[in-house]
Nanobody, 121 residues
Framework: QVQLVESGGGSVQSGGSLRLSCAASGDLQSMSYMGWFRQAPGKEREGVATINSVGSRGYADSVKGRFTISQDKAKNTLYLQMNSLKSEGTAMYYC???????????????WGQGTQVTVSS
């Protein structure tokens, strides 16, 4: 019913920036809440940032002040601007959507395939 496709990942030097995009398609009318998650090798998936339909945002403590989540509803696209990247940011990044606001908990109904981000020191 809903498809999510991430893009924008790649390799970047520590301290650099990347902008991730998540293109959504399908039945999106009830998908009021979205989020970004990441998972590093050997670690659990963790919430990074979330946003609701009116633009309220939430962030993990580890990325506050450095990452910004935003959305363009007209284009059905979610973004994650990542600045001052650290080596700990190396992970597969996923976007997620649901009609329930799960905040940073990984309970969203729809998920993308992920885009890899590698931060080198």
């Amino acid at each position: 019913q809903v498809q999510l496709v991430e893009s924008g990942g790649g390799s970047v030097q520590s301290g650099g920036s990347l902008r991730l995009s998540c293109a959504a398609s399908g039945d999106l009318q009830s998908m009021s809440y979205m989020g970004w998650f990441r998972q590093a090798p050997g670690k659990e998936r963790e919430g990074v940032a979330t946003i609701n339909s009116v633009g309220s945002r939430g962030y993990a403590d580890s990325v506050k002040g450095r990452f910004t989540i935003s959305q363009d509803k007209a284009k059905n696209t979610l973004y994650l601007q990542m600045n001052s990247l650290k080596s700990e940011g190396t992970a597969m990044y996923y976007c997620a959507a649901d009609r329930i606001w799960w905040w940073l908990s990984a309970n969203y109904a729809y998920w993308g395939q992920g885009t890899q981000v590698t931060v080198s020191s």
